[in-house]
């Protein structure tokens, strides 16, 4: 936890590898293995980067979210745990993907090419809060999969929304189980500030649905709330056929 880039401390102790081949890493090396979930394979080095079987009703359930042709900007985007989704099975037109950890963003392009749509996502290493211009103002939604708080990328995250109808921030976060709904309401508040403070007068934020991943410590959970933040006239429609996705 105490490792901004999220590198795994796991150590190979059988097979034993030594020499030159210890820190190598990638298809082929000794640490490389391949999870498969919903029939999307997801490679990665065991000792480089993490990965959480915890997570997997999560991975489905925003897949069904997506909507085809969705532009998506995932700003965590790890070895692919959202964004492969997305594509694979969510059909969206395109996922921005950014990563800071190098094994990960190895891994990710790596699993995009494995699964048969690297054309279809952008992969960029470095800070995700870093505005880039082809993704501000014109993504649908936004994936915010950063533990315990991914409250450091949410004014990138309400710019990168579509300038003419808004889209869906899909944030996580470790909370009180007590508090989900307060945590929630909290999350619409700032993001609505964050619409105004970004020049987009006449937006708001609504909760569509609060889901709990899974549990963290005792009382405190993995939630994810699913809300929208675009004009005022464009949230009943969008709620709508959001929460009809949430029941499919």
């Not at 891994?107 to 749509?117: P, Q, S, T």
Request: a neutral charge; one cysteine or more; charged letters at 25%.
């Amino acid at each position: 936890p105490e490792n901004k880039t999220r590198r795994s401390g796991h150590v190979l102790l059988w097979p034993a590898v030594g020499g030159g081949d210890a820190d190598a890493t990638g298809p082929g090396s000794a640490g490389w293995i391949t999870v498969k979930e919903h029939g999307i394979a997801q490679s990665f080095d065991v000792r480089r980067v993490m990965f959480s079987r915890g997570n997997v009703t999560e991975k489905i359930r925003f897949a069904k979210l997506v909507r085809t042709g969705d532009v998506v900007l995932d700003m965590y985007a790890g070895i692919g745990y959202y964004a492969l989704p997305a594509l694979v099975i969510g059909g969206a037109a395109h996922v921005h993907c950014r990563e800071w950890n190098p094994d990960a963003a190895l891994a990710l392009r790596h699993n995009l090419a494995a699964n048969g749509v690297a054309g279809r996502a952008t992969v960029v290493e470095g800070d995700s809060r870093v505005v880039a211009a082809e993704t501000e103002g014109r993504c649908d939604r936004v994936s915010l999969g950063l533990l315990p708080s991914s409250e450091g990328g949410w004014r990138t995250a309400v710019g990168a929304l579509r300038t003419d109808r808004g889209g869906f921030l899909h944030v996580h976060g470790n909370v009180p189980d007590a508090e989900q709904d307060a945590w929630a309401d909290w999350v619409c508040r700032r993001a609505t500030e964050l619409a105004d403070a970004a020049g987009r007068p006449g937006w708001t934020a609504a909760r569509v649905h609060v889901q709990r991943v899974k549990g963290f410590a005792p009382r405190v959970g993995h939630y994810v709330a699913d809300v929208f933040v675009g004009p005022v006239h464009a949230r009943g429609a969008a709620c709508g056929t959001e929460a009809d996705a949430e029941t499919d």
